[in-house]
Structures are given as structure tokens and as C-alpha cells.
């Protein structure tokens, strides 16, 4: 450990590039209407305002944190604000849909490049133990601020200024960054090995394919040959990707990680959760605006009742779990959030602010803050060290892509649920609510895998655990021999 870099430079130089990469998927969000108005975006366009982040995002996830271990994670911090900043300019820039979708896909392979070595940056400026930990909570607790945050400043710039300064602003930041970066950030030893491309292609376009046949269904249906050819296209490509890493190297994605029964239960759990709540936020804005009338700063603090329960839930979950056990808290927190969603669901064109919005709002809230802590934990079950990049980075690529493909299918389900006989802001509402309706069903759903793959017997899950372990060990061991650097990623050296 250096022990001359300056800790708090370190410090705010990384809360400050991850609260960039946060705040950009919650600030759009308020937002939405008025690009809507501006870009003249289709309803089912306008979902790929944040699909085209979330999609880059998760997919070159895995490979941005590769790159950062072969050739050094504060070149690849600041390759990625550098990324990053240009295309916020080109966001805040756009003319027309394809600009800022185009723009928006670029932001997120920025944020994949730049995400991993924030975390990763922490882990090797600070001590193990206290130091450490401090800094890691400070970084946990960001992205629960910065969600908030976004959401009420995109409000405010939407409302009082243009939703265009809520991209620009990052380009100050971003620079400021850029140039401390190299003064106070210590770098890390480039290791030798291999990027896993042709697993990150094939991922990235495989999701792409399928996402966009299912939200061209929305206009096209199913019939249609683009529709047909998007989602078999899509489908095949991620055949491809899990045949590639049944054979490469050094996979992106390890398919050892799948053998634990609890383990892949978490993912696919995150990935239906994270599938109900990022179209949560995408519609339930369109109803605060569009419905309801209120104006994007008024929108922004209608959101508070599920930031702050899902703040508070948050801090509770290390008491909870301790006294209780993962398994328990999890389902607890799945089972408060389709109460939440499902009632909801249920809004209208006339729905009261405080008993139909407000009261399930705080329900969804205290399920979500409640429910990602334990499945992030569930990801990491008995994971060996040399793998716990790995499984983080799938844990974090089942969170992005399970909101851009939840968000697709509610998109859909938006677009199939018409009505003849309402009109304007009554037939928006009824199709928002089929929409959250199909959302408390992904939860119901993710409810459904929590229990399924809840341990029986704790003293039988632990031995399970045990010795599913030794095996994956042994197994690894004979193909390759590991070393994991101070961060926890994966880096081969014979």
C-alpha cells in the first residue's frame, strides 16, 4: 500500500466519477416527458433513452473490468471519463432520436469502462479493515443519494432551465477529473492475459437483438420479419456467448458461477426484480407528468416517499440479516415490494397522490432497499476468491440488463393494452397501470425463485456449500493456475 497518496483526493475523485455514472440513469428519468415533447419521441422509443445506457452498460461491464487489470485501472478511469464526458455533450447536444439514443449507448460503454475501477481504485488506496470499509460504505451510500438526487435536479432542470444541463453538467466535472486523475490517483500494475472480446461482443449484440425485437413488437407485433429476425437473431447470439465461454480462456463470465443453486437463483432473481423496477420509474413519472400534470420539479419530490424508505431499509439490512439470515430478509423485502407494485397498479386517471401513489410508493421502496442487499449477498454465496470479480460482475450485469429487458416487455405490454373507449390522459393511465400490473408479476416471479432456492436446512446448505466449492476448486485448478490482486478481480499468471 502507497502510503503517501493523498487518501482524500482518492476519495472524492472516485465518489465524484461514480456518483457521474449514477446520477446520469436517475436524471434522465424525470426528464423524459419533455424529451418526449422535444425529440418528438414515439412512447415506445422513448424507452430506449434508457435502454441504450443500461444495454452498454451491462454488457462491456465485464470487459471494462478486464481492461482495467491489463492495463491499469487509472488509465482506464480516466479513458473512461473521457468517454463518458463527450458523450454527455453529445446527449445534451441531440436533434433527433437517433442522435440521442446513439449518444446514450456511447454514455454507457463509457460508465462500463469507468465503473470497475472506481471500486477498484477504493480497494488498493485504502488499508484493509476500518479504513477500508469506511471508504466502501461511502461509496455504497452515493448511489442511494445520487438516485435521489438525480431525480429531483432532473426535475428542476426539465422544469426551470432544459433537461439539455443535466448532461452538460457533467462535462466540468468530468474534465476536472481528467486532470486530477493523474496527480493523486496511484495506478495499478497492468497484469498479463486476455480480454474476453468475442464473449463481450456476442453478449452485447445478443441482449441489443432481443431487447429491440421485443420493443419493435410494440409497433410492428410479432409477426413482423424485423420483430422475427431481432429476437431468433438475439436469442442466437447469446447461445453463441455461453458457448464461447464454456471454451475461452479466461471467460468473462465463468459458468462455474451457475453451479451453486443459490447462487444462480440470486441472478435470476435480480434480474426479474431489476425487471420490474427501472420500468417502475419509467412509467410511473409518465403518470406524475402526463396524468397527473405535475410539472418535472414537482415529479422529482413526488419520488421521495420510495427514495427515502429504500434509504432507510438499506441501513437496516446488516441487523436484519444477522438476527434473521439472507434467505429470510430477501423474501421478506420481494414479498413488500409486489404489495407495493401491485397495489400500485391500480391507479388510474383520478388516483389520489397519498393513498394510491404515496403509501405503495413507500411499500416499493422499503421492499427494494430491503431485497438488493440480500440478493447481491445471495450472488456472492460461496464464491472462491480467485472468482468473486467475476460473480460481482455478474451480479452487476443481471442488475443492468434485468432493466433494460424488463423494461422492453413492459413496453409491450404498454403498447397491447388498449381500450376503445378511453381517450387522452384516461387511456395513458390504463396502459401505465397494465404496465405496473406486468411489473407485480416479475416480482411475484422473483418471489417465487427466492423460495425456491432458499436453503432447507442451514447446516445441509453449508456443507453443500462446502463442498460444491472444493469441487469448482479442483476443476479450476487443472486448468489454470490463479492470482487475485488486492481489488478481487480475476487476473491468470500461468
Not at 445506457?53 to 482495467?68: D, E, K, N, P, V
Not at 458523450?87 to 445534451?92: I, K, N
Not at 469507468?114 to 481504485?121: G, K, N, R, V
Not at 443481471?398 to 397491447?416: K, R, W
Request: aromatic content about 8%; hydrophobic content about 55%; cysteine-free.
Amino acid at each position: 500500500m502507497n502510503k503517501s497518496i493523498n487518501k482524500t483526493a482518492v476519495l472524492l475523485i472516485v465518489l465524484a466519477a461514480y456518483t457521474m455514472i449514477v446520477l446520469d440513469i436517475s436524471i434522465v428519468i424525470t426528464a423524459l416527458p419533455k424529451i418526449h415533447r422535444t425529440l418528438d419521441f414515439s412512447a415506445t422509443a422513448l424507452s430506449w433513452v434508457q435502454n441504450a445506457y443500461l444495454l452498454a452498460f451491462g454488457g462491456l461491464l465485464l470487459l471494462g473490468a478486464r481492461a482495467g487489470d491489463l492495463v491499469g485501472r487509472r488509465r482506464m478511469l480516466i479513458i473512461g471519463l473521457g468517454v463518458f464526458t463527450v458523450a454527455s455533450v453529445a446527449v445534451g447536444s441531440a436533434q433527433s432520436e437517433v442522435w440521442l439514443i446513439g449518444a446514450r449507448a456511447v454514455q454507457g460503454a463509457g460508465a462500463a469502462i469507468l465503473a470497475p475501477s472506481t471500486l477498484a481504485l477504493l480497494q488498493t488506496s485504502f488499508d484493509e479493515g476500518p479504513e477500508r470499509t469506511r471508504a466502501v460504505s461511502y461509496y455504497a451510500a452515493v448511489a442511494g443519494v445520487a438516485s435521489t438526487v438525480g431525480l429531483v435536479v432532473g426535475g428542476i432542470f426539465a422544469g426551470w432551465l432544459s433537461w439539455r444541463v443535466g448532461f452538460f453538467i457533467n462535462v466540468p466535472i468530468g474534465i476536472a477529473m481528467m486532470l486530477a486523475a493523474p496527480r493523486y490517483l496511484p495506478e495499478t500494475t497492468p497484469r498479463r492475459g486476455q480480454a474476453d472480446a468475442t464473449g463481450a461482443v456476442a453478449s452485447t449484440l445478443g441482449m441489443t437483438a432481443l431487447v429491440f425485437g421485443i420493443v419493435h413488437s410494440a409497433d410492428a407485433g410479432w409477426s413482423d420479419p424485423i420483430t422475427s429476425v431481432a429476437v431468433v437473431g438475439g436469442l442466437v447470439l447469446l447461445v453463441l456467448f455461453v458457448a464461447n465461454e464454456r471454451r475461452a480462456p479466461q471467460p468473462i463470465m465463468p459458468l462455474r458461477l451457475f453451479r451453486s443453486r443459490e447462487r444462480s437463483g440470486a441472478y435470476l432473481a435480480r434480474l426479474l426484480f431489476l425487471g420490474a423496477m427501472a420500468p417502475f420509474w419509467f412509467f410511473t413519472t409518465q403518470w406524475l407528468q402526463s396524468v397527473a400534470g405535475y410539472s418535472a420539479v414537482i415529479a422529482g419530490l413526488a419520488f421521495l416517499p420510495v427514495t427515502l424508505p429504500n434509504f432507510a431499509a438499506a441501513m437496516a439490512i446488516p441487523r436484519l440479516t444477522k438476527r434473521y439470515g439472507n434467505p429470510t430478509v430477501l423474501v421478506g423485502g420481494l414479498l413488500i415490494a409486489v404489495v407495493g407494485m401491485a397495489w400500485l397498479s391500480r391507479l388510474g386517471a383520478d388516483t389520489d397522490y397519498l393513498t394510491g401513489i404515496a403509501l405503495p410508493m413507500a411499500l416499493i421502496g422499503i421492499g427494494q432497499g430491503g431485497a438488493l442487499g440480500p440478493l447481491t449477498a445471495g450472488g456472492l454465496t460461496g464464491v472462491e476468491p480467485q472468482d468473486a470479480g467475476a460473480a460481482g460482475g455478474v451480479t452487476n450485469v443481471a442488475h443492468q440488463i434485468g432493466g433494460s429487458l424488463g423494461l422492453a416487455v413492459l413496453v409491450a405490454v404498454f403498447a397491447a393494452a388498449d381500450a376503445p373507449t378511453l381517450h387522452g390522459s384516461a387511456l395513458l393511465a390504463h396502459r401505465i397501470s397494465a404496465s405496473l400490473s406486468a411489473g407485480a408479476v416479475l416480482l411475484a416471479l422473483a418471489l417465487i425463485v427466492a423460495l425456491a432456492v432458499r436453503p432447507r436446512s442451514p447446516r445441509r446448505a453449508r456443507a453443500a456449500q462446502r463442498a460444491m466449492a472444493t469441487n469448482e476448486t479442483r476443476e479450476h485448478d487443472a486448468h489454470q493456475v490463479l492470482a487475485v490482486d488486492r481489488a478481487g478481480y480475476t487476473v491468470v499468471t500461468a
